[in-house]
T-cell receptor, first 112, second 115 residues
């Protein structure tokens, strides 16, 4: 599986935007970029995914570099509830590999 | 609540005992996954089912581990002769399909402590 690299941690202030980076220099043409997050004492939850174009949903935005070797998850206004571990994951778009391969993720802390 | 449920939420056992965990996926989800998570690490894949068929097992799943999904609905994960290294959070997830557009929905996990 292609691997991703994320910083260990990041801090932000409540109600400010947060940009969480992810590097995936060995990404293949069929890999989709997925983000999940895990709130304290809970299972992971899906956030967003994309292939080439930037994506928006009610939770976040995903900005994908033109060469696809990096991406950024954007939380437009961080809340205390957004404090979590965020995982950047590559998934094979051919469907050959159904499992999620998690790294250590990035721990986001939100200051009130 | 129609999410993924897991039972029990916590289990404390002595080394050498057998334990069994249950996962109830979202109804109509044909894919069911088991993951294990240790402190400070991301979840690691153990195995998954499509309906009642177990399609893939990780090398992490030793002979002491067995998983079933007898009627394609709920699943059980059994660990025989538990060891202290089995202490972890065991997470279950389900999805409607296998493609990248199908997100996985996770349960709250079962935390196992082996004394």
């Amino acid at each position: 599986d292609a691997k991703t690299t994320q910083p260990n941690s990041m801090e932000s202030n409540e109600e400010e935007p947060v940009h969480l980076p992810c590097n995936h220099s060995t990404i293949s043409g069929t890999d989709y970029i997925h983000w999940y997050r895990q709130l304290p004492s809970q299972g992971p939850e899906y956030v967003i995914h994309g292939l080439t174009s930037n994506v928006n949903n009610r939770m976040a935005s995903l900005a994908i570099a033109e060469d696809r070797k990096s991406s950024t998850l954007i939380l437009h206004r961080a809340t205390l509830r957004d404090a979590a571990v965020y995982y950047c994951i590559l998934r094979d778009g051919t469907g050959a590999n159904s499992k999620l391969t998690f790294g250590k993720g990035i721990t986001l802390s939100v200051r009130p | 609540d129609t999410g993924v449920s897991q039972d029990p939420r916590h289990k404390i056992t002595k080394r050498g005992q057998n334990v069994t965990f249950r996962c109830d996926p979202i109804s109509e989800h044909n894919r069911l996954y088991w993951y294990r998570q240790t402190l400070g690490q991301g979840p690691e894949f153990l195995t998954y089912f499509q309906n009642e068929a177990q399609l893939e097992k990780s090398r992490l799943l030793s002979d002491r581990f067995s998983a079933e999904r007898p009627k394609g609905s709920f699943s059980t994960l059994e660990i025989q002769r538990t060891e202290q290294g089995d202490s972890a959070m065991y997470l279950c997830a389900s999805s409607l399909g296998s493609g990248v557009r199908y997100e996985q929905f996770f349960g709250p996990g079962t935390r196992l402590t082996v004394l």
